[in-house]
């Protein structure tokens, strides 16, 4: 079935480093994918998106970035601050009518001060 | 304008009980989700409704009913709450052509 996978599960990088979240979906007709932050207790909260026709988007110190062919997409966060630390949850939706998403198993990110 | 909210915000139960958990949204979206959230398995998706009197199954919809009687109201039933089910829950809503999903706050539960 589908499926979305999401490494690494655990990453800590030191304050002002770079930081990458990689997702791999399995459904060639998948067409959004939108990238949730979920601090501790809190609801996720999306924090960028991208379509199928495009390759990159980027919103200040967040970016992602989209290959097709490989069926697989990124987060990248640059200059990384204490306040990035968080759980973050990738997802994977196709023109189905009903807008479902296909979730990875989320990244915790520590940025080490 | 509150966006999506849940009731309870913590509940505990004894095996067998019953319980309803209540999403609401005031942004007239058409789509209406439930997810449950386990530590290392991310968000799966239990049920979901693409308009009022619609419902459907998700992933993992065992155990659980749903009901909207109402657009802006999604409701989500234990019959006999099993202590596997304990979980938080999220709800989450959508509309027409947005792609964007927003959550409610969630619904620790813990079945004993």
């Known amino acids: 079935g589908e499926n979305v996978e999401q490494h690494p599960s655990t990453l800590s990088v030191q304050e002002g480093d770079s930081a990458v979240i990689k997702c791999t979906y399995s459904?060639?007709?998948?067409?959004?994918f939108p990238w949730y932050k979920q601090e501790l207790g809190k609801r996720p909260q999306l924090i960028i998106d991208i379509r199928s026709n495009v390759g990159e988007k980027k919103d200040q110190r967040i970016a992602v970035t989209l290959n097709k062919t490989a069926k697989h997409f990124s987060l990248h966060i640059t200059e990384t601050q204490p306040e990035d630390s968080a759980v973050y949850f990738c997802?994977?939706?196709?023109?189905?009518?009903?807008?479902?998403?296909?979730f990875g198993t989320g990244t915790r990110l520590k940025v080490l001060a | 304008n509150a966006g999506v909210t849940q009731t309870p915000k913590f509940r505990v139960l004894k095996t067998g009980q019953s319980m309803t958990l209540l999403c609401a949204q005031d942004m007239n979206h058409e789509y209406m989700y439930w997810y449950r959230q386990d530590p290392g398995m991310g968000l799966r998706l239990i049920h979901y409704s693409v308009g009022e009197g619609t419902t459907a199954k998700g992933e993992v919809p065992d155990g659980y009913n749903v009901s909207r009687l109402k657009k802006q109201n999604f409701l989500l039933g234990l019959e006999s709450a099993a202590p596997s089910q304990t979980s938080v829950y999220f709800c989450?809503?959508?509309?027409?052509?947005?792609?964007?999903?927003?959550f409610g706050p969630g619904t620790r539960l813990t079945v004993l």
């Open positions: 997802a994977a939706s196709k023109p189905s009518g009903t807008y479902k998403y296909i």
């Open positions: 459904d060639s007709a998948s067409n959004y």
């Open positions: 989450a809503s959508t509309s027409s052509g947005s792609d964007t999903q927003y």
